[in-house]
């Protein structure tokens, strides 16, 4: 198997492979222009709505995102299914399967809404520790974070149907389109006479909606089974809730470990911890989704070459995946860990306590958790889940409970991180070992090898030279620089010649040879 992974792929996988590079072309540009606006918005918002404003916000929409938990599952049955149909070639099952998610999705935003203006309003007045004096306008921003959930919901199944399909191009657009949106409200409140905190809820309402209006126009117009119907398959929406009943206690574990954790830090340190926590969010958001755009577009491949039952394709997909995901967020995240306090103060005209080693902690949460994303979609992709959910699902559970506990004992914010590290370790070993029951042909060795041993390989030999320059010099811009440049530089090449197998190596040389004669001839 070993030989497998690291010869060349089949001829019928070429075109395959030609187009997850070129939809992580697109989806990288994407990600470095939302990059940069995304950094940019989260100072000027902080801004302009003052660091209790922005903990607030943060805490009420983590609050509706809470129920999350029930959406995402079946988020995931919507892709699986549109995927492994478009694997199997077969049409007219794909337009049943579109019609019947959206129907779904629509049903499911009705119950999410009522739960919230019902449970989750009665948990915002009693029990969230808010400044009594912006009480009403918490509750407004709740109300209006309830709609941006609920239409964020029903966008799902054509986010899913362009994804499904391939078309980064689309999604890369309307994403970068959506960035700038999020920009412009934010000078729009700094000039503005109206509640800061309401207006922003209001405006990035309208951003959503907008966003969800030209992606059904696009796949109407592009996709034959997104012309819905009134199509009730009691069959599939059975499947599919059997597949996305499990899947609950996956996203359930997700959602206690991101908003619950919102919550308890809310009930012990107040709104200005949750500010820490929203900047630590917008870092991590930057940088994981500029590395989770190759996850993103090998995604799809991974689902439908095993519907196809091209097993040595999807895990040659499976490893390069996990390694090249991982490096990607290892390059960006390095200097940042290394450089936190001196970025977020450059970046930041106000830095919230504590939010230096949040950022920190959180992006090794993270690369960690980019590990995994591989293995779970292969083991998605089979559709048997029950086993794989119960013991990972409960694991990731953990989160909250022992944050919990860690608090009550008196120990410092930072706990939750450190719960979300070891947790996230012992996730990553169960998925390892609990593929096999599914997929008999997948050999954890192998992953092991080819993955986990060379990524700690790359880890270690790359924080070596900037972290003996960080110590031994003094701390300014012209030292910032350098430090980047060294972070940059040793991470790329230790991942390049250390990280890489031979015929990687060759695959990217092979291309950068192609660019530079591309660019020399039209010198």
């Not at 000027?44 to 805490?59: E, K, R």
């Not at 029930?70 to 049409?91: D, P, Q, V, W």
């Not at 929203?278 to 994981?288: E, H, I, K, R």
């Not at 998925?431 to 997948?442: A, G, N, Q, S, V």
Request: hydrophobic fraction near 50%; aromatic fraction near 14%.
């Amino acid at each position: 198997m070993s030989q497998l992974y690291t010869s060349i792929m089949p001829e019928s996988n070429t075109s395959s492979n030609k187009r997850i590079a070129k939809n992580t072309l697109f989806l990288y540009i994407r990600m470095l222009f939302l990059m940069i606006i995304s950094l940019l918005t989260s100072r000027y918002v902080l801004q302009a709505l003052g660091v209790t404003d922005y903990g607030i916000y943060n805490v009420v929409g983590g609050f509706v995102s809470f129920f999350s938990l029930i959406s995402g599952a079946l988020t995931g049955a919507c892709s699986r299914f549109i995927n492994y149909e478009i694997g199997r070639g077969k049409g007219d099952r794909l337009k049943t399967v579109f019609s019947t998610s959206v129907i779904v999705h629509y049903a499911l935003a009705i119950i999410i809404a009522i739960l919230c203006e019902t449970v989750g309003l009665y948990y915002l007045n009693n029990y969230m520790v808010i400044p009594e004096s912006r009480l009403v306008a918490a509750n407004w921003c709740f109300h209006i974070s309830i709609f941006n959930f609920c239409t964020n919901i029903i966008t799902i199944p054509y986010n899913s149907a362009i994804i499904a399909h391939e078309k980064m191009s689309t999604f890369a657009y309307v994403s970068i389109f959506e960035g700038v949106s999020k920009l412009l409200i934010c000078f729009v409140i700094m000039v503005s006479t109206l509640d800061h905190l309401i207006l922003y809820a209001l405006l990035m309402l309208a951003v959503q909606f907008i966003v969800r209006i030209i992606y059904q126009v696009y796949c109407n117009r592009h996709f034959n089974e997104c012309k819905v119907e009134f199509i009730i398959d009691k069959a599939l929406i059975k499947h599919m809730f059997a597949y996305s009943g499990w899947h609950i206690i996956g996203n359930g574990s997700g959602v206690l470990k991101n908003q619950g954790i919102d919550l308890i830090i809310n009930f012990f340190f107040g709104p200005v911890l949750n500010a820490a926590k929203g900047v630590a969010n917008a870092v991590l958001n930057a940088v994981f989704g500029f590395a989770n755009n190759f996850m993103i577009a090998i995604n799809p491949q991974i689902t439908q070459s095993y519907a196809r039952r091209d097993l040595d394709y999807m895990f040659s997909l499976v490893y390069r995946g996990a390694k090249f995901s991982y490096y990607l967020l290892f390059v960006l995240s390095l200097p940042i860990i290394i450089n936190s306090d001196y970025i977020l103060h450059l970046w930041l005209k106000e830095v919230p306590d504590h939010a230096v080693l949040f950022v920190q902690l959180a992006l090794i949460v993270t690369m960690i958790s980019s590990i995994s994303n591989p293995l779970i979609t292969a083991q998605n992709a089979t559709g048997n889940v029950r086993n794989y959910q119960l013991i990972v699902g409960g694991i990731q559970l953990l989160n909250l409970p022992l944050c919990y506990l860690a608090f009550r004992m008196g120990l410092q914010p930072e706990a939750a991180y450190c719960v979300a590290i070891a947790v996230e370790v012992l996730s990553l070993i169960a998925r390892l070992f609990m593929i096999p029951y599914t997929i008999k042909e997948f050999k954890p060795i192998i992953f092991i090898k080819e993955v986990l041993i060379k990524c700690l390989m790359v880890t270690l030999l790359s924080v070596i030279l900037p972290v003996t320059f960080y110590i031994v010099t003094e701390h300014n811009f012209a030292t910032f620089l350098v430090n980047v440049l060294l972070c940059l530089v040793s991470s790329g090449v230790c991942a390049f010649f250390i990280g890489c197998s031979n015929s990687e190596r060759a695959f990217m040389w092979s291309k950068v040879s192609a660019i530079a004669c591309k660019y020399t001839k039209t010198k």
